[in-house]
């Protein structure tokens, strides 16, 4: 009994690790993934752009169909709009991934989790928009309030504050957009990503190691 006493504890302090071994293979696994991040910070700041210029060109969009009074045209119209965009960023994505999973060389638990969430988060924006829908509400404040979560909740994992703040900047223009109506909603939601996506994503792009 006592010699299984010795071999356990031998075994177990081999095994042992330290707070500060802990805390240093922690740090090298989120500087690793960040490594993997700022490398996919391409596909962020991609959709980026997509949904900032389909913010933008909505708003010329319905302030030209109705300064024409052309009212049984905005459906169309705006539907056009989103669909040809998100579908070119979809074309895009589909290249830039492929590029990015060649050239990967590091890969982390970390990218998987946040991997999930944001599959998450894509599924609550559908979720709330067809609860909007059915309700006859604005969407808006609640997907820039997903957006948020999504964006704060990757900036505090991956420990980069510029992405946290973005994060919080969506949280900001969600509760603004209850003060808004109509087109200058598209302008708050283009403003809410330049903020919230962009400025930080191109910040993670070209952060130190």
Same mark, same amino acid.
Request: glycine share 8%; aromatic share 14%; net charge positive.
């Given at each position: ?27 090298? $696994? ?8 700022? #490398?996919?910070?391409? @596909?962020? /700041? *991609?959709?980026?752009? =997509?949904? +900032? ?74 979720? $709330? ?8 509400? #604005?969407?808006?404040? @609640?997907? /820039? *309030?997903?957006?948020? =979560?999504? +964006? ?58």
């Amino acid at each position: 009994m006592c010699l299984y006493k010795y071999i356990n504890r031998k075994i177990m302090d081999k095994n042992y690790l330290t707070p500060e071994e802990s805390f240093t293979i922690i740090t090298k $696994a989120i500087s690793n993934f960040k490594t993997n991040y700022k #490398e996919s910070a391409q @596909i962020f /700041l *991609l959709w980026g752009w =997509i949904l +900032t210029i389909a913010c933008f060109a909505q708003f010329i969009i319905l302030k030209i169909l109705q300064s024409k009074e052309a009212y049984a045209q905005i459906g169309l119209y705006s539907i056009g709009n989103w669909v040809v965009l998100i579908l070119i960023g979809f074309i895009i994505q589909f290249f830039v991934l492929r590029k990015i999973d060649k050239e990967k060389k590091v890969r982390s638990y970390l990218e998987g989790y946040l991997k999930s969430l944001w599959i998450v988060a894509i599924g609550s924006y559908l979720v $709330a928009a067809i609860i909007c829908i059915k309700l006859a509400i #604005e969407p808006l404040p @609640i997907i /820039l *309030l997903i957006a948020g =979560i999504g +964006t704060t909740t990757t900036g505090l994992l991956l420990r980069f504050r510029p992405l946290a703040i973005g994060g919080i900047a969506f949280f900001i223009f969600s509760i603004a957009t209850t003060f808004v109506s109509g087109e200058y909603l598209n302008l708050l939601a283009g403003a809410a990503i330049i903020f919230g996506q962009l400025i930080p994503g191109y910040l993670l792009k070209s952060a130190k190691e």
